[in-house]
Each structure stands twice: as C-alpha cells, then as structure tokens.
C-alpha cells in the first residue's frame, strides 16, 4: 500500500505491484485508518473492486486482509473442494462440524471477508460485479455487510448442505462453504477460546484473524507476538541493555474460581442472566485482575529503576470481555472459565502505544523469552532468580508452580523491597542478562513516595489510564485499577 511496504515484499520475493488507493495520497496509507472511518470504507471499495476485476480476467483469488497470520500453506486444503466457487471465513465463535470439515450453514453466523477463497466462475463473476455496484452506490455500505446480503439472496438461508458441506448461495448462482473456525480461526477462537488446542484434533490451523480484540493495530501486533505468530520484528527488538526482567504472577489462594467455571462452557447461554454492577461473579473477575495489575505495576517499576524491560506476565481472567452487555462469556463462544485472557483485555494497549510514540512499548509481550528469534535465551548461565523472603500471604501462582530447575542460581532478597536496597542489591547483577522475580505481591515499596510515582509514571506510562476497561452490564464499563495503594 506504500513504497516501503512495497520495497518489502519485493526484497522477500513476492510478485506484487503499487496498487495505490482510489481517492486517497499515499501518505495517507502509512497510517492506522481506524475501524469503520471513511478512509476505512475506501479501503474497502479498493479491495472490492480487485476481486471483480480478477475474477472477470477469469483468475482464482485468494483474498487476505492485512491482520491475517497465514501459519501454513491452505492450498492443499482449498482444492479438497474442487466443485466450491467460493470459501469464506466466519466470525462464528464455535465449531459445529468437528475435525476439518466446513462448518455447518452459509447463514448461520456473519460470514468475514477478510479470508476468501474465490474460484473464477460465471456465478463469482455476476457476484462481485454487484457486490461492487452495492457499495458504490452507498458510500456508506460496510463491503462486508453488503455481501453478507448478496448470499442470501433468493432465499439461500433455507437450502441444505451437499455431501461436501457446500451450499447454493447468491439466488442459487454460487456455491459456497464457510472455512471451519478451527483451521482458518478469527480472534477469539485462536487467541482467547485457543480451540485448535482444546480440540485435541491434531489439526493445526491455517490462518488466523486478528478480529475479536479491543487494541487497534497495536494490539492486534502484541496478540501475534503473544502467539508467536508475527515475524515482522528486527533483531533490535530482541535487544535491550542491560536485560529483561520478569516475575511469576500470583492470585489469592482463597479465591473461588468454581463461581467463574459455572458460567463457562459447557453451560449454555440460555441458562445465565446478563451479569449487573452488583453480580458477585463482576466484583470477583475485577479484584482477581486488579490483584494482577498492581503486581504488573510493581514489576514494572522494579524493571525501571534497573533500565530492564520488563516482560509482561500472563493474565487470568474470571470474565470474558465483549463490546456489549453479556453474562460472562461471548455468547455462542466455547469458552471455559477462567482462562488466560489477552493483554489487551485488561491493559490499554492502544493507549500506551500512542503516548509511547511508536513500538517502544515499556514491556514485553508474555511469550518473549521463549520466542525462537531471541538471541541467546535464558539459560543457567544467563539467568538467575530472584527470591524476596517469604511472606504469610494467601497466595498461590496464577498458572500453576514455575518449572524452576536447580541449575538456577538464586538470589535471596530481604524485605521491604525500597527503592535503594533494589537498586544496589539487584544493580549488583547488571551483568546478568534475565532477572525473574518469584514474587512481588505486597514486596515493594519503592513507589511509596510521590515524586519517585511521578517519575516512573512518565518513563513508563504508568498511571491510572495503564489499565482498561471491562465491558459491560446495561450501566457500562467498569474500569480496572492499575494504581492501587503504592
């Protein structure tokens, strides 16, 4: 969509060419257009109108937004269906056939055109050339919710399914298949539900989508990073002196996790009431996360006052988070709970990217250090764990024991944890690449004074706004507390 982006994929050995953007500069191209923006709709039209003109030249197209992970080649997969003119993707959160196969109706859930396998035929041909007609004579038209239309029309919602799970779509002109959810996965089954585990199939997936997410382009980048799916970044990123530090993330030991697993799978949507400010599930779920976050703060602060970047844990969650009022989980999802929730999902990634003036994010993604691009990974001579004195604390890890090893070398730190003893005692290590705290629940107290808050809150973002929001009963958001009681 650039010269650089170009220059790019040119240097990788891809056949592409500077296509441009009807009715916008290219400098505008190298910006985040934000979802539902004029500029978004434009993009849009531009996709749209490729489709047509290729299918017309009697070409097959496969169709790949920008925030799709292809994770291996779907080829094979798409010519198991040789009598298909067309394979969409669905934002359906559940799979209805098991295993490999289509899912179960064209219609049964919005079908999401950022991946699409289009065969050159007279009924795709017809297709997109009204498919482009729609939304250029409505400037407003979402491409997506225009085709979303254009399948069902001639009744197509009510045909049933061929031996290969096909259907006659578009008054009958177009047979379509919906990609199972397993193996072409959107948002929330990949990054949140983690189907293509919880299956235990055996399959690996295809492709996955970066829909379902609540932070922009920056956090749609950190979920692939959490996943080890994004292979954009440089050497550099994989750098910072004088290391890394990071630390196990603890929960109350007394929390009753059974409340959270009630609503989940496998109970049904039918059988919960949308959760109010006053549902004892609510105030559980954001005193679970608040608990982590305070923690995350405390790292982050320890990491500051040593110039470490610190890698972010992973985060449990009592409550999924969805864009409207529900009961816990995204309806219609397979969600169990609790679960290991996203980081955009408790911190407002968007946000911190934004005051950060590009990537500099002041931490790391959960998955960093046992990523295979990191250059020399801990190890035993690398690394060594950080212990402060045991405290009688309710507490137990969030996701389970550490597999600490006794090749470790260990330091033993003595509380309280301020400022100065931190600084010498761990600035002593300066050489030492990974430093992994076992523990900072109630450790620290190093932020106790407000200019040294204030400091720390402008080197790393760190203030009420860190945190995000779960949404929501009827009233609204609730949102976390990153801050807490320094």
């Known amino acids: 969509m650039d010269d650089e982006l170009l220059t790019a994929m040119k240097k990788e050995g891809v056949n592409t060419w500077f296509m441009g953007s009807k009715g916008m500069d290219q400098s505008t191209v190298k910006h985040d257009f934000g979802w539902g923006s004029p500029k978004f709709h434009k993009m849009g039209r531009d996709k749209i109108r490729l489709i047509r003109d290729f299918t017309e030249l009697g070409l097959d197209v496969l169709i790949s937004d920008i925030d799709v992970a292809w994770l291996k080649d779907p080829l094979p997969y798409f010519t198991r269906f040789p009598t298909a003119d067309m394979l969409v993707s669905t934002d359906q959160l559940r799979n209805e056939t098991g295993g490999d196969a289509l899912e179960f109706h064209i219609c049964q859930t919005a079908s999401n055109i950022g991946i699409m396998w289009i065969r050159s035929t007279p009924g795709t041909q017809e297709l997109t050339r009204k498919w482009v007609e729609v939304i250029e004579n409505n400037p407003k038209e979402w491409d997506q919710v225009a085709f979303n239309n254009l399948k069902t029309e001639g009744n197509s919602c009510s045909g049933r399914r061929d031996a290969n799970g096909l259907m006659l779509a578009f008054s009958g002109k177009v047979r379509m298949g919906i990609l199972p959810v397993v193996l072409f996965s959107n ?129 449990l969650c009592g409550l999924d988070r969805v864009w409207f009022p529900h009961y816990g989980v995204f309806p219609g999802s397979f969600l169990k709970l609790p679960f290991e929730c996203p980081l955009d999902h408790v911190i407002n990634i968007e946000h911190i990217f934004r005051r950060a003036r590009g990537d500099n994010l002041p931490f790391k993604e959960h998955s960093f250090l046992s990523n295979p691009l990191l250059i020399d990974p801990p190890n035993a001579t690398n690394l060594v764990f950080v212990r402060p004195e045991i405290l009688s604390l309710n507490i137990i890890p969030a996701f389970g024991i550490p597999r600490w090893t006794s090749s470790f070398p260990e330091k033993i730190l003595k509380l309280p944890l301020t400022k100065e003893y931190v600084t010498k005692e761990l600035g002593l290590l300066h050489n030492v690449k990974y430093l992994h705290l076992t523990n900072v629940v109630k450790a620290f107290t190093g932020l106790a004074d407000p200019s040294k808050q204030r400091h720390f809150t402008e080197a790393t973002f760190g203030d009420s706004s860190f945190g995000d929001a779960w949404c929501c009963t009827a009233r609204g958001n609730m949102r976390y507390d990153f801050v807490g009681q320094s």
Request: net charge positive; aromatic share 12%; charged share 20%.
């Open 187 to 315: 948002g929330h089954t990949f990054y949140v539900q983690k189907l293509h585990h919880r299956l235990q199939s055996g399959l690996e997936p295809y492709a996955v989508h970066a829909t379902f997410q609540y932070g922009g382009t920056p956090g749609k980048r950190h979920r692939m990073r959490e996943a080890l799916v994004w292979q954009g970044d440089r050497p550099t990123y994989f750098r910072h002196d004088p290391g890394f530090l990071s630390y196990t993330p603890h929960i109350p030991s007394d929390l009753d996790l059974a409340q959270f697993q009630r609503l989940g799978f496998p109970s049904k949507d039918s059988d919960h009431k949308t959760l109010t400010p006053d549902s004892p599930q609510l105030h559980a779920h954001m005193g679970l996360v608040n608990f982590q976050l305070h923690q995350m703060r405390h790292a982050l602060a320890i990491a500051w006052l040593l110039g470490r970047k610190l890698v972010a844990p992973k985060f």
